[in-house]
């Protein structure tokens, strides 16, 4: 059965640092995979997608993802965070459903992010 | 225009009540989901419709029952609340698995706040 690790439960940075945010998957085949963010109260926000192609992903609000097969990793990287990007990240594996066409995602148990000022 | 939308997004009952949850897409995807987060904001799917046919059931009591009038709805239906049905909704929808290249993915809800007291 597929399963994703996010290593890092709670991680402090200082606005203006780097960011890296560790994703660890583990799946027979192909991997779609995912990363959302939500704030607080929020639903949850696409960041991201890998389906294939280039493995260094672009999404929304800065943020990139590498997607390394070798290491079974999809780490989401910023080179410069926000105090606005606070917040809980998950990422996501998108796995057929069980001999069926249609998918579902299975999540990380997250990682959230605060940011000194 | 909200994409995925539901109602309520709290809600507060006591053990043994009957409640719904509602959930409708403008977005003109022809598959929806339930996912559910619990305290510790573990996300895990329940259900999944295409075109208001059943295609995912993850072991979830029988006491929860989904219902897709038509493709742009899917309701949540709880029987018997129990203390442990606590937790955060989210409805989803995709265009077909959600898994097509150049595809958009999922899209989520912001969340229905379910308290069972």
């Known amino acids: 059965a597929q399963s994703v690790t996010q290593p890092d439960i709670h991680i402090t940075v200082s606005e203006g640092a780097s960011l890296e945010l560790r994703c660890n998957y583990s799946?027979?085949?192909?991997?779609?995979l995912f990363w959302y963010v939500q704030s607080p109260g929020q639903g949850l926000q696409l960041l991201l997608k890998?389906?294939?192609?280039?493995?260094l992903v672009q999404g929304i609000k800065g943020f990139e993802a590498e997607f390394k097969r070798s290491q079974s990793s999809f780490n989401l990287r910023k080179p410069s965070v926000h105090w606005s990007d606070a917040a809980e990240y998950f990422c996501?594996?998108?796995?057929?459903?069980?001999?069926?066409?249609?998918?579902?995602?299975?999540f990380g148990q997250g990682t959230i992010l605060t940011v000194h000022p | 225009d909200t994409a995925v939308s539901q109602t309520p997004k709290y809600l507060v009952t006591q053990m043994g009540n009957d409640k719904s949850i509602k959930c409708e897409q403008n977005l003109g995807h022809d598959t929806m989901y339930w996912y559910k987060q619990d305290s510790k904001k573990f996300l895990k799917i329940m259900f999944s419709y295409n075109n208001k046919e059943l295609i995912i059931n993850e072991t979830v009591p029988n006491r929860f029952s989904p219902k897709s009038p038509d493709k742009a709805h899917l309701n949540l239906h709880i029987n018997s609340l129990e203390l442990g049905d606590s937790a955060v909704y989210f409805c989803?929808?995709?265009?077909?698995?959600?898994?097509?290249?150049?595809?958009?993915?999922?899209?989520f809800g912001s969340g229905t706040r379910l308290t069972v007291v």
């Open positions: 799946y027979g085949a192909t991997p779609y």
């Open positions: 996501a594996v998108g796995v057929r459903a069980g001999g069926t066409s249609y998918g579902k995602l299975t």
């Open positions: 989803a929808s995709s265009h077909l698995s959600g898994l097509a290249p150049g595809g958009y993915g999922y899209t």
């Open positions: 890998y389906f294939s192609g280039d493995t």
